[in-house]
């Protein structure tokens, strides 16, 4: 099947709710499944999932859309790769059709590209792991060994060996058929000056980096001798990897992070093997860059709680104090666990077992009160200042007043003088409106309101002139995806704000959809009022500014249009 195709015949073959209970458990509530939100931190259930339309919405985080949406989210996935996915589930064969010739053409070549990657990774994934097993292995077999890494997790994990040859991966992938340019676009091998190939990985244990579809996509190496070289190397970005995108041992820990009920994020790759090994089998690695965004909204697709593993040094402790703010202004929770001096995640655990480990997980402070207590032992000063910038980053409002009362308790500071300087931020980045004229914001909100409430209605609404009012580009853009599509078509291509608002208009908390007529009217009247009062807010300004003109007869005419107006609202 062509995409949209596919798209309808999958609403059609799997039910959302199936599909949400999955990850989230769901309580009928009349018409409608409830749950606390999987997205962000929170316990009363304000998700819920609309069955009979197939769409879910989040009260607290405003998260929304159809099933691919919360399938994308979840697994943090991009929409080829859910289509892919949720078509396989259903039974559906997907075709690609580009719409044009040029655009096709570049899709294509993409895609062929991205193949290609793939394919070579998995020839050098195996490369490596053979290399392991053979006699030139010995040395990073020994360093395992010497690391306790057991044989399962070496398979799990596809571990494998670099060998110290300048050119083995690139004659393997010269032999598999792919040529040395090909590897190195897919950040496999280099270019020297003099022109000469040579494999970017030599003399390392190798750690593939997976994909939540379970594919190589990239590779990173650790040295095991003394070598005076970088202790680790990650795979250069390619067509089918970005550097902060992704982290390392998810697609193995998916499934624990999502049966424990939270994730352990920790830095380094042999810290993800050893707590693997240790049955922490939800736990992930950053990949050697501080934690991002992107890496933040994979991690959410699974749970909303996190516990931070860093070492308990200076440089540990303010990656975690970033770590922290990034996660928390999301909307999420996390607790920090700082390793003793000396000590790190491998040797904790091997040396002083699990009970020490989980006695510092019992100990760990929750996330805001590690920010403080940071801020406070690093430059007292900026505590407050930093507790003002964090307020005015959190991304959910209902958030603001918790942190701004545990704030305030930390900080022991005034809690009245905390919200002071956010409501002073508030009103002096808003434009106050004129007093006598309702704000056009309103109107134009009440207009997209019924617009994707009754999407079959828009003739009517042109005919009343609802479009022609409509000034904000948002709810243009808005607007022209009603009018071009039909509404299954709109729907997928809205951004998240505007899904965000077609499912609050659309949830099973709005009124039914069963008023047209009455609703239609009801925003004629309101067009009317809103005209009526812009027209007396005009005439008055204009009374105003012709007072003392001497120009009496301007004066009547005004007065009189002012007086009819203001007649006809009556």
């Not at 995409?3 to 949400?20: D, F, G, M, T």
């Not at 000056?193 to 590779?219: C, V």
């Not at 992070?257 to 920790?266: D, M, N, Q, R, Y």
Request: proline share 5%; aromatic share 8%; hydrophobic share 40%.
């Amino acid at each position: 099947m062509q995409s949209k195709e596919a798209i309808r015949a999958i609403k059609e073959r799997l039910n959302i709710v199936a599909i949400v209970q999955r990850y989230v458990e769901l309580k009928r509530n009349g018409p409608r499944w409830t749950a606390p939100c999987p997205f962000h931190q929170e316990t009363k259930p304000s998700f819920t999932v609309n069955e009979e339309q197939g769409l879910f919405y989040c009260f607290g985080c405003q998260a929304s859309g159809d099933i691919f949406d919360f399938y994308s989210r979840i697994n943090g996935l991009d929409f080829r790769e859910t289509l892919t996915q949720l078509a396989e589930q259903a039974g559906i064969f997907l075709e690609s059709g580009p719409h044009s010739p040029q655009r096709g053409e570049q899709k294509n070549r993409q895609h062929s590209q991205r193949q290609l990657a793939l394919r070579m990774h998995e020839l050098a994934a195996s490369h490596f792991a053979a290399a392991l097993r053979s006699p030139e292995g010995e040395e990073c077999q020994a360093y395992m060994r010497s690391r306790g890494l057991s044989e399962e997790i070496i398979q799990n994990f596809g571990l494998g060996w670099a060998r110290r040859d300048w050119q083995s991966l690139t004659k393997a992938l010269q032999r598999g058929g792919f040529s040395p340019q090909a590897g190195a676009e897919a950040g496999l091998l280099g270019k020297s000056e003099n022109g000469r190939w040579y494999d970017r990985f030599r003399g390392r244990l190798i750690f593939p980096i997976k994909n939540l579809s379970n594919q190589i996509i990239a590779f990173g190496g650790r040295i095991i001798a003394g070598e005076d070289e970088a202790k680790y190397i990650n795979s250069a970005d390619s067509p089918i990897y970005k550097k902060g995108e992704h982290l390392y041992g998810l697609a193995q820990a998916r499934r624990g992070i999502v049966t424990k009920g939270h994730a352990l994020l920790t830095e380094g790759y042999m810290d993800v093997l050893t707590l693997h090994q240790f049955d922490y089998t939800n736990a992930v690695g950053v990949l050697g860059t501080a934690l991002t965004p992107e890496q933040v909204k994979r991690l959410a697709g699974f749970t909303s709680r996190m516990t931070l593993l860093f070492d308990g040094d200076r440089a540990g402790r303010k990656a975690a104090l970033r770590a922290c703010e990034m996660l928390l202004t999301r909307g999420l929770s996390c607790r920090v666990v700082l390793m003793p001096e000396g000590e790190d995640i491998d040797s904790l655990l091997r040396g002083a077992g699990r009970e020490a480990f989980e006695a510092l997980q019992a100990q760990a402070p929750e996330g805001l009160r590690f920010c403080v207590d940071v801020l406070k032992a690093l430059a007292p000063r900026e505590t407050v200042e930093w507790a003002r910038n964090f307020l005015r980053q959190v991304e959910i409002p209902e958030l603001v007043s918790p942190y701004t009362s545990q704030l305030a308790g930390h900080l022991q500071i005034s809690e009245a003088e905390l919200r002071a300087t956010l409501a002073n931020r508030k009103m002096q980045a808003g434009a106050p409106s004129a007093p006598d004229t309702p704000p056009h914001g309103i109107l134009e909100r009440e207009i997209m309101m019924y617009a994707v409430r009754y999407p079959h209605r828009l003739a009517d609404m042109q005919v009343m002139g609802a479009d022609v009012v409509l000034r904000s580009p948002v709810a243009r853009k808005l607007w022209d995806k009603l009018e071009h599509h039909s509404p299954e078509e709109a729907f997928h291509l809205l951004d998240e704000r505007e899904k965000a608002f077609w499912c609050k208009c659309r949830s099973p908390e709005a009124p039914p959809r069963d008023a047209g007529d009455r609703e239609l009217k009801a925003l004629h009247d309101f067009m009317d009022g809103y005209y009526a009062a812009a027209q007396t807010s005009s005439l008055s300004a204009a009374l105003r500014a012709n007072t003392g003109a001497g120009n009496f007869e301007d004066d009547v005419r005004y007065l009189h249009a002012l007086m009819k107006n203001l007649g006809e609202r009556a």
